[in-house]
């Protein structure tokens, strides 16, 4: 079992920055997956970005690439969504996620199939 506590939400105007964090606990952190899925209102959940169990692979979304930017922290179990030059595109809840593939690049994830999910984070970016 995983707990995913994620956090760093709120209000944005266009162009402004905010950074998510996500803290896990249950399982060793570093032998899995994490990463973003993301869901507007009436919109299907999105693929937002992913990191490998070591944080040596990265994957995005093309509406984020160059804007947002996943890190993940194996000694405090954390993991983070730096989001730049925000849109109000982006405006969606925000779910961390997990994939618990032994040591994956997070392929579930980016199949929107994690194994956990975070409760979500709103993130609302006016124009």
């Known amino acids: 079992q995983v707990q995913l506590v994620e956090s760093g939400g709120g209000l944005a105007q266009t162009g402004d920055s905010l950074r998510l964090s996500c803290a896990a606990s249950g399982r060793t952190f570093s032998d899995y997956a994490m990463g973003w899925i993301r869901q507007a209102p009436g919109k299907e959940r999105e693929f937002v970005a992913r990191i490998s169990w070591s944080g040596s692979t990265t994957n995005y979304a093309d509406s984020v690439k160059g804007r947002f930017t996943i890190s993940r922290d194996n000694a405090e179990n954390m993991v983070y969504l730096q989001m730049n030059s925000l849109k109000p595109e982006d405006t969606a809840v925000y779910y961390c996620?997990?994939?618990?593939?032994?040591?994956?690049?997070?392929?579930?994830?980016?199949?929107?199939?994690?194994?956990?999910w975070g409760q979500g984070t709103q993130v609302t970016v006016s124009s």
């Open positions: 996620v997990a994939d618990l593939t032994f040591q994956s690049t997070g392929w579930k994830i980016a199949a929107l199939r994690p194994d956990y």
